[in-house]
């Protein structure tokens, strides 16, 4: 096989909260990451909370792919805060398109056999 690119999309997670809304998970809005490949970028000197972290770990990966329109994925945007009393939400946002080569980021060849 000649090209084994793919595409994955570049994500922005952004904080968003009601107006004077009181925020438990040491948030601010407008608070964000960008996630560029598997390579996570927070801005210098913002923090970003293990626990809201971890509620989107998961969500990521399948957010970073091409999805149908009619999927969920690509429609819903918003995560809210792990914690019940907090009224965050985390906006993800695909910000653009980064090729990646199969041969670059794993040892297994894509006949599917061993490395």
Known sequence: MDDDGFELHDLRVEVVAPPDARIFCGAKPGDSFELRGEMLHLPPGQGFS??????????????????????????????????????????????????FSHGAVTAVPLSGGKA
Request: glycine share 2%.
């Open 50 to 99: 293990i626990y809201s972290l971890a509620a989107l770990l998961p969500l990521l990966p399948a957010k970073q792919r091409a999805t149908d329109p009619n999927d969920w994925m690509s429609t819903d945007a918003e995560v809210a805060c792990p914690d019940p009393n907090c009224p965050t939400r985390f906006r993800i946002t695909r910000i653009g398109k980064r090729r």
